[in-house]
Structures are given as C-alpha cells and as structure tokens.
C-alpha cells in the first residue's frame, strides 16, 4: 500500500522556495490553511487510487465528502463523529457515504455515516446543517474526481477537479497545450461542462465573476495533473510588472529554472470592455511580465475564452501575438443556439 505522503511532487518544496527568492520569479504567496486542506486532500484521494484496484474504486458509487473548519476544531465541528484511526495510513477502501471532519493536513480525522447518495446530497449537507463556513472536498470515487467548496461561498459554485489516470511521466512544458485542450473540453466546451460559468446560458450571459471562476477552476485542474509530476503552480502572482493570472514551474535544480506564464481572459457576449482591445492588452500584459526573465520563460500563454455569440477569430490578435512571441489561444464556448 502506498502511503498518501509518498506520492509527492517530483520537486523539493522547501528548495523550490527557496530558489524562487533566490532567482526571482515573482512572489510565491505562502499556502493557507484552506489550501493546505485541499492539498491534503489531494495527496490521500490519490494515495487510495493507488491503493485499490479500478474496478474494487468503482463500485463505490456514492460521494465522501471532507470538511475542513478555519475556526474550529474538528469535534465542535460534528460531534458525534468518531476519531478514524491512522486514517491516512489504513488507507480504507470503504469511503462512500461517508462525512469525514478534519483537521488542515488530514493527521486528525474524524468519521461519520452521512448516507450521501449523491454529489448534490453533499453539497446541500453544508447547507442545511450550517457548515458553509466549512472548506469541503467532495469525493467523487467512480468518476475519479472531486468538488471543492469554498469557505462562506455559494455551494452550487463549487470547483470540480478530475484526478485523472495514475501516471508516473514527468512534466513537460511541450505537453502544456494539451492540457489546456483537455481543461477546454471537460469544463469549458459546453454550457454543461465541468466550469459552471453561465447564469444563463441560452440567453449566453455570464455570471458576474466567470473569469476568476475559470482561473480557480484551471488552477486546481492543473495541480491535480501536471502538478503531480513535477510542475509547480500558483495564481495571482507579482511579478515585476504586474499580476499574472497562472504560472507553471518546473525546477532541474534549486537554482534552475522554468516557466510559463498565462493570461486569461473571457471576451464578454456584451462586448464590454471590448473583445479586440481586452485580448490585446493581455498580449501587453505578458510582455511586461516576462520582461527580465526571458531566459526562464519558455512559453507566455494569452488565453482568451469567447463567450460572444459568433464562434469567429479577431483580425489583429495573432499577427499582435506572433509579434510579441506569445502563444494566443481563443476556447469558443458552446450554449443552446451557438455552437451546439
């Protein structure tokens, strides 16, 4: 059985921030405790993949959801949970159903019987029992996927991430495009994908916050892929000029470096601000971002997500792009009526 702790990234955390202050390439934003749930989260949903067999994982039919309280201990969380033993060590193949209250990095685990029948269950769980306050992971067994839930956030907002295939391939920054594409396909490709973006999606208006939606969701996407096999994320993050919207790195040593930088934005279906100037000022935002880190960055990324009615490229954006040596990508998202 393999332990959750022994499925790491390939690179040395500690030295990965270590180099980053050293070299500089940006600000790397110190984990919260949230953060740290979700990835303890991650760590042991992929150490129960390895630990039983696909069709053993598959007939757990039924959700597990992770709870995670920044205010309270995980006893006055839910009281009559029981303490689950060596929790992440056991490893336990029988999780469907089942509420499981914890503490940040999952060493204290304490277990109950919720009768989840299905995703929704658990999600509306936190709400009828007044634990949205409460950071969650809902685990999705058959579908090797899992929901994340914000703190105070509208549960049905949730982030869905798929764990995907064991793989033990290193990351490269060659694969980048295709992960993109996946990320695409699964969330963003149709109204009903994984990404829940559309307030209304026949009528193709937006929800008010669809682009950080998209950023949070294709943040967590690539952690639980690329993430596991060597590359390094973040979001939000300062560089010398300016906020880039996602990062990629990858260490070959502590003090050798990669990196490639995305800019995202949605072209709105109403046209403000205007699709044309938006997509172009991300091409100049990466430009500045980059600047005195050319020989580390190996791709900047401008990725547009087209909500406008018509599936159609803008004239001036990829000779603008070819240009400036970034990588324009534009994703047309699919409603009722266009492009379905």
Known sequence: MINADDDKDLLNQTLAAAA?????????????????????????????????????????TAPAMFI??????????????????????????QVAGLLFVCNENLRLVLQADAGFKSEGDALEFLDTHGLK???????????DAFLIHEP????????????????????????????????????????????????????????????????????????????RYGAKLDQEIKTRRGRSDLRVLKFHSPTEWRQAIMELKVLRPDSSPNARDWALEGINQLVGYRKGEEQQTEACYLCCYDARPVDVDIPEVLPAALGANILSRRYFMKTPGCGL
């Open 68 to 93: 995670f309280s920044p205010s309270q201990l995980p006893e006055a969380v839910w009281p009559a949970a029981k303490k689950a033993l060596a929790f992440k060590n056991t490893c336990a193949l």
């Open 20 to 60: 980053i202050n050293a070299v500089g390439p940006g600000d790397l934003e110190a984990e919260t405790h949230i953060e740290a749930f979700v990835r303890a989260c991650g760590d042991f949903l992929r150490a129960w993949q390895h630990a039983h067999k696909e069709e053993r994982r598959y007939k757990q």
């Open 152 to 227: 105070n956030e509208d549960p049905n907002e949730a982030a869905r991430v798929d764990l995907g295939p064991v793989s033990t391939e290193p990351f490269s920054f060659a694969n980048l495009d295709e992960y993109l594409n996946r990320f695409y396909e699964d969330s963003l490709e149709t109204h009903d994908g994984d990404c829940d973006i559309w307030a209304n999606a026949t009528k193709r208006k937006l929800k008010e916050e669809a682009e950080r939606q998209i950023q949070r969701s294709l943040n967590a996407f690539f952690k639980w892929t690329i993430g």
């Open 133 to 143: 306050g409460c950071a969650a992971v809902v685990f999705l067994p058959e579908q």
